[in-house]
């Protein structure tokens, strides 16, 4: 075990006082080495945080600000959000809207950031309620659950994919109309299908991601974001060419500062906060890693929210 002080913070012109972080499926492969998250060592683990500003240089950035961190390099190379307090560049800071507590904005984390992120590239290509159906794979995950209650909230019509069908009931709290099991995408399927949605905010990757665009109708838009099946993708290009379907990636890690300004914005305005509180649950620090056994298993619902000082 390493003992870091505050001295030891990295460089940066803003210093905050970290209230909460997430467990994020990339905080797990990072704390298990499953992956080669962690680029240097010793690291303070965590990809997001949310706390209130201690001191600061940066312009826009004052004292007393309630503020919010995601990617950026948290947990890779600099220093992140396990922690009572964090060091970083005031260019990395997102101001919480006056709508969310730290906590919220916590609830919300990566994974909710990331799903907005999302919504906003379906709205990008063009999609609208009217258009049919929108899947969410990997529905009981942070990013999918949030996606759920968005874009239900928005007045599409989710279809929900799940290995948990015995949380249906979870899923429809959140806004889901229908749900499927994830197996009728996970395994090889045909280069393309018959039509069943026009839009998909997709987090799994692999033969999943590919069943789902060989099954996205004419002119819809598919929004990947995750890989928790695999980094391949095993598809065939008749859906861009036959279908015009587009494939738009998500980035939440180095997203440009007034795209995360305009994704909390539209989180403020768009998502329902006690569908939020069905989404989250809290722990302490010393919990996390029972927390990431559990994650690895497929038995985390929802968000993890990490009380930095409990």
Known sequence: MVSLSEQDLMPGDVVVDVDYSTVNYKDALAITGRADVIRQFPLIPGIDFAGTVEASTYPGIAVGDRV?????????THHGGYAQKARVKGEWLVKIPDAFSTKDAMAIGTAGYTAMLSVLALEHGGLTPQRGDVLVTGANGGVGSIAIAILSGLGYRVVASTGRLEESDYLRSLGAADIIDRRTLSEPGAPIGSERWAGAVDSVGSLTLANVLAKTRYR??????????GMDLPASVLPFILRNVTLAGIDSVNAPQEVRIQAWSRLAR????SKLART???VGLAEVPAIVGRMFEGRIQGRTVVDVNA
Do not use: K, M, P, R
Not at 68 to 76: E, F, M, P, R, T
Not at 220 to 229: D, N
Not at 270 to 273: F, I, M, N
């Open 68 to 76: 919010v961190a995601n990617g950026w390099g948290l947990s890779q």
């Open 220 to 229: 819809g838009v598919v929004a990947a974001c995750g890989l928790a099946q």
């Open 270 to 273: 768009d998502l329902d906060l």
């Open 280 to 282: 989250t649950q809290v």
